[in-house]
């Protein structure tokens, strides 16, 4: 069974996730509730550098956490994206869409 490995971290002005394995149709069911209940609140930031793979159904996680972002006046980082994450990104057409940092002192 695969598995995605979620450490949730509380910052300042910002919910902080550190994302390691697959993030697909099978493991996405935490993230889903946690980023989504986030974004609502605060900035949040996605740590993507321990990402194996990304699938359909993680992007549209990921989508739809900016879109929610947009909506309530709160901004998704993606931090780190690992060579398999940012090729899923890229796949997606809206890479230049998302908010790229490399450390969490960008957060603005």
Not at 54 to 67: Q, V, Y
């Amino acid at each position: 069974m695969e598995q995605l490995q979620l450490v949730e971290k509380n910052g300042a002005n910002y919910m902080f996730y550190d994302v390691a394995g697959n993030l697909n149709s099978y493991t996405i069911g935490e993230f889903r509730e946690k980023i989504f209940d986030s974004i609502q609140n605060t900035n949040v930031v996605v740590d993507l550098s321990k990402i194996d793979s990304i699938d359909s159904a993680g992007m549209g996680i990921i989508m739809a956490a900016f879109n929610d972002g947009e909506d309530t006046n709160h901004k998704l980082f993606l931090m780190n994206p690992s060579p398999a994450a940012r090729i899923a990104i890229e796949e997606t057409g809206f890479y230049d869409l998302f908010r790229f940092i490399h450390s969490i002192t960008e957060v603005e």
